[in-house]
């Protein structure tokens, strides 16, 4: 009877062991992608060219069937080299999708008799129809002296495109539309005037999560100006003049 009885619980032992091992052997796949980098995922769906993949932490995975080079067919257990198997997604928009954008910066030029300086910050919203090509619009403020006498605000349409899908991407940028400009009687300004304005830059976008990714920029600002100011309550002048500024300016995506 003992013999039996042991043989009996050596028999589940063997059961509840397998099984436990069993559940480790998930049908978890290695996927490479086109970019060299690769982890382990579930292929859940395949639709409309694209694959969905569940990572080993629950999170689900969407990517174009471009950018996956390869499926293994040999299966991993969830816990198989998974801390160097760990996938970092890269930022893609999951085109076509919108953005926003906020950048904030400087903005310089150089004359026979001065070197200038300003400030300025600008805010885009736009929808990003493909990875090369988004369109938008943006708005913003620009001080284009430091003591407040020519203040801009553009209202300006964007185009924008990115030249890869890493984590580390080139982008360009070209907003064009019209500065308005501000008058101000407590400087003395009695007219002001904008008007058109052109404003092409390049970046560098860097991050590789989809929120919070770290803009850096340079870029020209074209933006003629018109004041009628005041100076000790009679003496009247008049500018006329067009900004040709070097743009430098740092900012995040969402």
């Known amino acids: 009877m003992k013999t039996k009885r042991l043989t009996l619980f050596y028999f589940l032992l063997f059961v509840l062991i ?6 480790l052997d998930v049908p ?27 990572l080993p932490n629950g999170d689900i995975v969407e990517l174009s069937k471009e950018e996956v080079r ?31 954008i906020f ?14 300086v300003g400030a300025g910050s600008s805010f885009s919203f736009g929808y990003q129809h493909s990875l090369k090509l988004g369109y938008g619009i943006a708005t913003g403020i620009d001080n284009f002296s430091v003591v ?28 064009a539309g019209y500065g308005f400009a501000k008058k101000s009687e407590k400087l003395g300004i009695l007219k002001s005037r904008g008007g058109m304005t052109v404003r092409p ?21 074209l933006q003629p100006h018109y004041v009628k100011q005041v100076f000790n309550i009679s003496d009247i002048q008049v500018y006329n003049r067009t ?8 900012g995040v995506q969402f």
Do not use: C, H, W
Request: proline share 3%; net charge neutral.
């Open 18 to 23: 397998n099984s436990a091992t069993a559940q």
């Open 28 to 54: 978890y796949s290695k996927v490479e992608l086109t970019d060299g980098s690769s982890f382990l995922g579930y292929l859940l769906e395949v639709r409309d060219g694209v694959m969905e993949f569940q």
């Open 70 to 100: 390869s499926v293994s067919e040999e299966k991993y257990p969830m816990d198989f080299d998974l801390e160097r198997q760990s996938y970092t997604m890269v930022y893609d928009y999951k085109v076509p999708s919108y953005y926003f």
């Open 103 to 116: 950048t904030f910066g400087g903005n310089f030029s150089r004359s026979q008799e001065e070197f200038s």
């Open 148 to 175: 407040g006498t020519a203040v801009v605000y553009p209202l300006m349409l964007e185009l924008r495109g990115y030249l890869k899908k890493n984590t580390i991407s080139p982008y360009y940028v070209l907003q």
């Open 201 to 221: 830059s390049i970046g560098l976008r860097i991050g590789g999560r989809k929120r919070g990714n770290i803009l850096i920029e340079l870029g020209y600002i």
């Open 243 to 250: 900004f040709n500024r070097l743009k430098v300016a740092v």
